[in-house]
């Protein structure tokens, strides 16, 4: 069974930085791309951030120069460093495999618990 642990969330100042985890068991995490997903209170999920299976990542506007995505094949783990934080950055953050025709849904259809990440400005 697929498992997305998703790690590292907090409450954090404008202008602040964060560092999210998420581990990931259940499949051969290496060949796939992985995302970073955001849901808003009274938002539809939406997607963060894109890498692919060989590193190269991909930003929505609203994140790019700002947040990093990355992995570590080695301990099935991606990560979304995130800095200079904007209060409209709240959100509960959740990682998935992309769907290959359409980035902004998830393959796993078990999502993670998410981790809370808010902003104060």
């Known amino acids: 069974q697929v498992q997305l642990v998703e790690s590292g969330g907090g409450l954090v100042q404008a202008g602040g930085s964060l560092r999210l985890s998420c581990a990931v068991n259940g499949i051969s995490f290496s060949v796939n791309p992985m995302a970073w997903y955001r849901q808003a209170p009274g938002k539809e999920r939406e997607l963060v951030a894109h890498?692919?299976?060989?590193?190269?990542?991909l930003y929505v506007d609203a994140v790019r120069g700002r947040f990093t995505i990355s992995r570590d094949n080695a301990k099935n783990t991606v990560f979304l460093h995130m800095n200079s934080l904007k209060p409209e950055d709240t959100a509960v953050y959740y990682c998935?495999?992309?769907?290959?025709?359409?980035?902004?849904?998830?393959?796993?259809?078990?999502w993670g618990q998410g981790t809370q990440v808010t902003v104060s400005s």
């Open positions: 998935n495999v992309p769907v290959s025709s359409d980035w902004r849904r998830g393959l796993i259809g078990s």
């Open positions: 890498i692919t299976s060989g590193g190269s990542p």
